[in-house]
């Protein structure tokens, strides 16, 4: 069954502006992972955020991580077009078992 | 990290045979995963392939259907048997290093599969 959920299912956005991509859950998880898909390419990892974190960055990615809500949510500073992709969250279960995909949200930056 | 590549990264095929996609690994690794993404959604896990074990299948995917080798801890095949056009998908191939205790899985380029 699909763990993960994301919203919205797409984004438009201008360049330069910031891109906010949710993702909700619905059992405990031992950690979220976020990956970036160009144009039905293979996945980028982009960040890993483990069930005791709450926060994360790197470099213009900001990922948080609400466990109460069951949600996490990834930011995207200063968007690019370069950033124009599928960005999908991943839960891996409490086992360290199960690793399911939500169903992504297609991001387009336009120049 | 892993870097991991895959083959062929993509195929036009007939209806009724049957293609094998390779995965290779830079480093050795015990878990490695197969995907498929059909067009336009999300990915779906087809099995685990362990080495030195058989591999386990996901709910809805049989081994007749898509069977897998696991020769060594670098190396994986996955074969789509008797295709049909429905089989057209992105198959990837996914590793989770073991020195990664927080299970970061890694994604190869994929295989884009179309099926006639």
């Known amino acids: 069954s699909q763990q993960g959920e994301e919203d919205p299912q797409a984004l438009s956005i201008q360049e330069g502006e910031n891109a906010t991509m949710n993702c909700s859950y619905k059992?405990?998880?031992?950690?979220l992972q976020w990956y970036r898909q160009n144009s039905g390419r293979g996945l980028v990892h982009l960040i890993l955020i483990r069930s005791n974190e709450r926060e994360k960055h790197s470099g213009r990615l900001r990922v948080t991580l609400d466990t109460s809500k069951k949600s996490s949510s990834l930011l995207i500073t200063a968007s690019r077009a370069a950033d124009t992709a599928s960005y999908f969250c991943?839960?891996?279960?409490?086992?360290?078992?199960?690793?399911?995909f939500g169903p992504g949200t297609r991001l387009s930056v336009l120049p | 990290s892993a870097v991991i590549s895959q083959k062929p990264s993509r195929d036009i095929c007939q209806r009724g045979t049957s293609l094998t996609i390779q995965c290779q690994v830079d480093s050795q690794v015990t878990m490695m995963f197969w995907y498929r993404q059909q067009p336009g959604q999300s990915l779906t896990l087809i099995a685990t392939?362990?080495?030195?074990?058989?591999?386990?299948?996901e709910s809805g995917f049989v081994i007749d259907k898509f069977p897998i080798s696991r020769p060594n801890l670098t190396f994986s095949t996955l074969t789509v048997s008797n295709m049909s056009p429905e089989d057209s998908s992105i198959y990837l191939c996914?590793?989770?290093?073991?020195?990664?205790?927080?299970?970061?899985?890694?994604f190869g380029p994929g295989t884009r599969l179309t099926v006639l």
């Open positions: 991943a839960t891996k279960d409490n086992y360290g078992q199960n690793f399911v």
């Open positions: 996914s590793v989770e290093p073991q020195t990664h205790i927080y299970n970061e899985q890694f």
């Open positions: 059992t405990s998880i031992n950690n």
């Open positions: 392939a362990n080495q030195g074990s058989e591999a386990t299948y």
